[in-house]
């Protein structure tokens, strides 16, 4: 793949983890009037399971960060005189890398395709820990502050573990949403957005990285 293609995967991937996490943190503050409800809630409707939604929001969002930390961080590898020349060129094709205003927006896209979606994942992932867990059609609870998604409690009876609202106690536990298998949880919750995380925090480590270039003009990215 040449700068163009590696620019237009990364732009695809970023936007939609952007999106999905912009959709997923926004229901979580409440502005369901705006964005509606995910996963069938109804608008004005109280928030039923906060944890529940951010859980999702981690999984989805964070394996969309995950995947697109790879082409951001081959793009940053390539030539290029100084940072904004290795950033991704989004949208704008043929722009000069050089001129300040093209430096400008591509702080821009910095911040809004890497920094807000990194910012999204930390705080559903911090929100879903404090839901409690409880094995469906039993007396089995376990509350948030005891336990944790990276290592989740496995069924006794053989029923589905579900993740519910903070504090819902010893409720009949039939609410709430259906968690991965025990090794698959951490996995896709922890391990996959952590690693883009890491990724993604390499990628910027080497972008910033001063490098020796022949002076000249850095060629526009198409």
Not at 33 to 60: C, T
Not at 68 to 78: D, E, Y
Not at 95 to 120: R, S, Y
């Amino acid at each position: 793949m040449n700068q163009g293609h590696l620019s237009k995967v990364w732009g695809w991937l970023a936007v939609a983890s952007v999106l999905f996490l912009a959709t997923t943190t926004i229901s979580l503050q409440g502005g369901t009037e705006f964005v509606g409800r995910l996963f069938g809630e109804k608008a004005d409707v109280p928030m039923n399971n906060a944890p529940g939604i951010a859980y999702f929001g981690v999984i989805v969002g964070g394996g969309l960060f995950f995947l697109a930390s790879i082409p951001f961080t081959l793009h940053v590898l390539r030539p290029g005189k100084h940072w904004a020349a290795r950033t991704p060129v989004v949208w704008l094709e043929g722009l000069n890398t050089d001129k300040w205003e093209a430096k400008f927006f591509q702080a821009c896209v910095l911040f809004v395709l890497v920094g807000a979606p990194a910012a999204g994942i930390v705080k559903c992932c911090l929100e879903a820990e404090t839901g409690d867990i409880c094995e469906q059609d039993t007396s089995n609870f376990y509350r948030g502050a005891q336990t944790t998604l990276l290592w989740a409690p496995v069924a006794k009876d053989d029923r589905q573990m579900r993740l519910r609202k903070a504090d819902s106690g010893e409720e009949p536990c039939k609410t709430g949403v259906q968690l991965f298998p025990r090794s698959w949880t951490p996995l896709f919750f922890y391990f996959i957005p952590v690693l883009g995380l890491a990724i993604t925090a390499l990628g910027l480590v080497l972008l910033f990285m001063p490098r020796n270039q022949e002076s000249g003009t850095t060629p526009e990215i198409t």
